[in-house]
């Protein structure tokens, strides 16, 4: 079974810093996915950045990039110049595919705090 | 494009009853998954649907159904609530060959 770790449970960072957060997995598929969700208080969860197991490069979208290290199975994201609307719950995600049929295998999710 | 919308946003039911929820995906997209979202539990699918058949189901009692209409649509539904099954709902909907999975804003459901 595919599993996501997520290390960090809160990180407090000051305004316009950049921020990582962590993101271990561990699958035995040689083909996978993998997602960064921003969900603030609302509870709406926001698509952030996607990267695929084959994907040469590390996924970029905006202010976000994904440091992807395939031999360490850690997908880590990367927030440029941290703003205080950033401040919310990041989940880590991975798509579990089985004959066709497919899931989001999540994370326990890091709080993230922006101060000004 | 609209987003995926999700009906009610807020519910409040009692214990013993049922409920249903609604999720209207992007449109163009065929599969729509289902999550419930607890503090305890974090966030757990629950099933997908795709051409208006289940193709995947995470564990979960039978009091958890749900179904996909012809228009994508998809709704789920809760029998006998439990206190228990006070959370978030969330649907995602996508389609094959593309790599994202976009959610709707959640249907929050209390049971008291």
């Known amino acids: 079974a595919q599993k996501i770790t997520q290390t960090q449970p809160g990180m407090f960072v000051q305004e316009k810093e950049a921020v990582t957060l962590d993101c ?3 699958t035995s ?3 996978y996915g993998l997602f960064w ?12 950045i996607y990267q695929g197991s084959y994907d040469q490069q590390n996924a970029t979208e905006g202010r976000y990039s994904l440091n992807f290290q395939k031999a360490r199975k850690s997908a880590n994201l990367v927030i440029s110049a941290s703003q205080l609307g ?3 719950m990041y989940f880590c995600a ?3 595919v089985f004959q066709g049929a497919q899931k989001l295998v999540f994370g326990q999710g890091t709080r993230l705090t922006i101060n000004p | 494009k609209a987003g995926v919308t999700q009906t009610p946003r807020y519910l409040i039911k009692t214990r013993g009853q049922q409920v249903t929820l609604s999720c209207s995906p992007i449109s163009g997209h065929r599969s729509v998954s289902w999550y419930q979202q607890t503090p305890g539990q ?3 699918f629950l099933f997908e649907y795709f051409s208006e058949t289940q193709r995947n189901k995470g564990n979960f009692p039978g009091r958890f159904s749900g179904r996909q209409f012809s228009n994508s649509r ?3 539904n809760v029998s006998t609530l439990e206190l228990g099954d006070s959370a978030l709902y969330l649907c995602a909907s996508s389609e094959p060959g593309l790599s994202e999975q976009y959610f709707g804003p959640g249907t929050r459901l ?3």
Do not use: C, H, N, W
């Not at chain 1, 969900?39 to 969860?45: I, L, Y």
């Open chain 1, 86 to 88: 950033d401040s919310a």
């Open chain 2, 110 to 112: 209390t049971v008291t």
């Open chain 1, 29 to 31: 598929d040689p083909s």
């Open chain 1, 37 to 48: 969700y921003k969900q603030p208080s609302s509870g709406e969860m926001i698509f952030l």
């Open chain 1, 94 to 96: 991975m798509r579990e």
């Open chain 1, 24 to 26: 271990t997995y561990d």
């Open chain 2, 74 to 76: 998809s709704e789920m």
């Open chain 2, 42 to 44: 974090g966030l757990q």
